[in-house]
Structure formats: structure tokens, C-alpha cells
């Protein structure tokens, strides 16, 4: 929502100072501008990032319209899966969750979470850290630089569509000025003809630098912030689960260490003592 809000706001104050100056909208209706500088930013776009990052780019900008992939009550969730799977770790040994990890959509503690489940991302992290601690006496300071890596690739993919955008709201501005040295080339070829169309000529040129500039500023620059900002968000939630196993290894009881992985979540989304605790007895 503030997304939109904010870009009501950049349109409402852009075009309303334009027009309380005595400007006219007409004069900024240059299609032709825009396809200049649409398309060179995003051929330029499609040039410098691979298809993965494409694809990736593409899904993510209606994505941030929708808000965080992950809402308190998924994270509840995924806490309340951990819980549910160190505990009968503790109980039963690590060996008992071999069934649960090699097809865990047969798994009746995985389907309880339906959410968590479908997300294949989640649940091969949460899937190979287990079968790691499952087929072998891992130590906690073995294991942690794994995750640590694991965590760094998953956050550099994350980020990548964040970055391209970033980089293109960094050539629009330059694109623009393309698009209005073209627009310069025109009129310097109606130079001698009708002053008011050589003025429009001219106003065009201009066009192209003020939308550069104002995609660059407004819109584009904006968006990528928004796009890293919600996979900042959204990558908590594989912290949470990293710090949840390593307690557990360093043999803290489930509940300890699932405490350690609450602490880990932002404030905005993480559960308080007593929800959690409710939602636990609930799953029980």
C-alpha cells in the first residue's frame, strides 16, 4: 500500500507544480521519448543480467505490491515445525527423522504446515540441514559455516533482482539525455522553419531528460529499494531456522533453542513468549 501511495505522491507533485506553474500536461506527452528511453533501459536490462536474474526481475516487482512473503502467522508456523521436529529428535534420536526428511510430503509432521510445506525454497534448507545432522555426528562448529554459505548464496540470489533494477535506475538519467540529444538533432534540422514548431522541438528534448531523471528518482530507484528491502525481510525467516539447529546441537532443549530462533526475527513479525507458547500447546 505505501507503495502506491508513495508513487500517487511523486506523480500528484510532479505534474500538480508542473501545472500550478502554468505549465501544460500536453507538453509532456512525448511517446516517443519514453520508447527511447523504455527501450534502451530495457535492452540494456536484458544485455547485462542472465536469464535467472531476468525471470527473477520480472516476478519480483508485482511481488512487492503484495507486501512480505512471510506474515507472523507463517512464521509461527515454521517455529512451531522446528519445535515439532527437534523435540522428537531429542526424544527418539535424529535417526527417527529420516522418513520426515527423505520424502516430507508424506511426512505428518510437514503436512501439518501446509504453507511451509509448498515452499520449496524453505523446506530444502530445512530438509538438507537436517539429513546433514540425520547421517552423520556433525559438530556445531562444522555445521555452522555450512549454513553460514548455504545462507549467503540464498541471499545473493534474493538480491540480485533488487540490483538489476538498481543498476537500470542508474542509466536511465543517461538515457534520458540520449533520448534528448536525438530530440536536439530534430530541431536543429527545423532550424529556419516555424519558430513555434522549432520551440516544440525543443520542449520534446527536454522532455526526454526530465523523464529520465524522474523514472530514475521516482520510480525505478524506489522500486529496487522496495524489492531488497522485502527479500531482506523475507531471508530472516532461514536465520531463524539456522539458529534454531545449531542450539539444538550445542544441546539446548527445543524450546531454548527455538527461543534463540525468536529473538532472531524483526520486531514487526516476531511472535511474542505467550503466542508462541499458545500456538505450541495448540499443535500438541
Known sequence: MLIIVGILVVIASVLGGFVASHGKLAALWQPFELVIIGGAALGAFLMSNPPKVVKATFASIPA???????????YLDVL???????????????????????????????????????DHHLMDFITDCLRLMVGSNIEPHE???LLELELEKHHHEMMAPAHALAKVADGLPGFGIVAAVLGIVITMGSIGGDIVQVGAHVAG?????????????GFVGPLAAAVEARAEQDSRIYESVKTALLACLRGYNPKVALEFARK?????????????????????
Open 264 to 284: 532472531t526475527l524483526p520486531s514487526n513479525v516476531r511472535p511474542q513468549f505467550a503466542e508462541f507458547e499458545t500456538h505450541l500447546k495448540g499443535a500438541k
Open 143 to 145: 555445521l555452522e559455516p
Open 80 to 118: 512451531t515445525l522446528m519445535y515439532e521436529l527437534l523435540n522428537k529428535a531429542r526424544r527418539e534420536g535424529f535417526i527417527a527423522l529420516e522418513s520426515h526428511v527423505d520424502n516430507p510430503s508424506s511426512s505428518d509432521l510437514f503436512n501439518k504446515y501446509p504453507k511451509v510445506l509448498a
Open 64 to 74: 512487492v505490491f503484495k507486501g512480505d512473503k512471510y506474515k507472523s502467522g507463517d
Open 205 to 217: 528534448a527536454l522532455v526526454g531528460t526530465f523523464l529520465g531523471i524522474l523514472l530514475a528518482y
